[in-house]
């Protein structure tokens, strides 16, 4: 069974540039969830998607938008890039519908805005 | 709004001891699930143990239980017989059910990096 994967590693943009980061799901998952997680912090809710389409957004502004792809993989698209968006941002993916329907995480990219 | 609390910033605890990580919730919802993520310094997150809130009896994983008081509101993890690979940062987290029956966004705590001394 193949885990979640997330590329780049590591990433180091300037402030007003845009950044994509993608996700491939664990097979078997239809559902991928992106958060994001400052130095020190817990990780915050972004956004989710199931069936390509969002399904639910946290307390983040629209230059934050994602897709997801019918194999069920995920990008993660930043525009106008603030100091503030330096962080670990972390997929997560889960079996909508199934009886446990856990979100299992990626190993995350590391995002460097200077 | 939920909200989660992990009042213990930083515990050590020696090798082959057992330790206690509290975490606290506040929801209105009756049909929830709470988690504990242990995130090392490599930084993947990874799933310790999962408690449906249906559930009365006390999940269990190897080394690893809870205390799940529902009335209280409290979610602790006991980690028995700790080992030195279990230093890490952890994080209770919670997620409720929505009408369609599937859990929807993670809510976690501020973590407690625990430190496991040889």
């Known amino acids: 069974e193949t885990g979640v994967t997330q590329s780049p590693t590591h990433l180091i943009k300037t402030r007003g540039q845009q950044v994509t980061l993608r996700c491939s799901s664990q097979?078997?998952?239809?559902?991928v969830s992106w958060y994001q997680q400052a130095l020190g912090q817990g990780p915050q809710f972004i956004f989710q998607?199931?069936?390509?389409?969002?399904?639910g957004r946290g307390n983040f502004p629209p230059r934050f938008s994602g897709l997801q792809f019918p194999n069920y993989s995920s990008e993660l698209n930043v525009n106008a890039l603030e100091l503030d968006d330096s962080a670990l941002y972390l997929c997560?993916?889960?079996?909508?519908?199934?009886?446990?329907?856990?979100?299992?995480f990626g190993p995350g990219t590391r995002l460097t805005v200077l | 709004a939920q909200t989660v609390t992990q009042s213990q910033p930083e515990m050590s605890v020696q090798e082959a001891e057992t330790v206690t990580l509290s975490c606290t919730y506040d929801?209105?919802?009756?049909?929830?699930?709470l988690f504990w993520y242990k995130q090392p310094p490599s930084r993947q997150m990874i799933l310790v143990i999962r408690?449906?809130?249906?559930?009365?009896q006390n999940a269990t994983e190897n080394r690893f239980s809870v205390n799940f008081q529902k009335a209280a509101k409290s979610f602790s993890l006991k980690i028995s017989d700790s080992q030195l690979g279990d230093t890490a940062m952890y994080f209770c987290a919670f997620t409720q059910r929505n009408s369609g029956g599937s859990n929807y966004k993670l809510t976690f705590g501020k973590g407690t990096l625990l430190t496991v001394n040889p």
């Open positions: 929801t209105s919802e009756s049909n929830y699930y």
């Open positions: 998607y199931y069936r390509e389409e969002e399904n």
């Open positions: 997560a993916s889960s079996s909508r519908g199934s009886s446990t329907d856990t979100q299992y």
């Open positions: 408690q449906e809130a249906y559930k009365q």
């Open positions: 097979s078997g998952h239809n559902t």
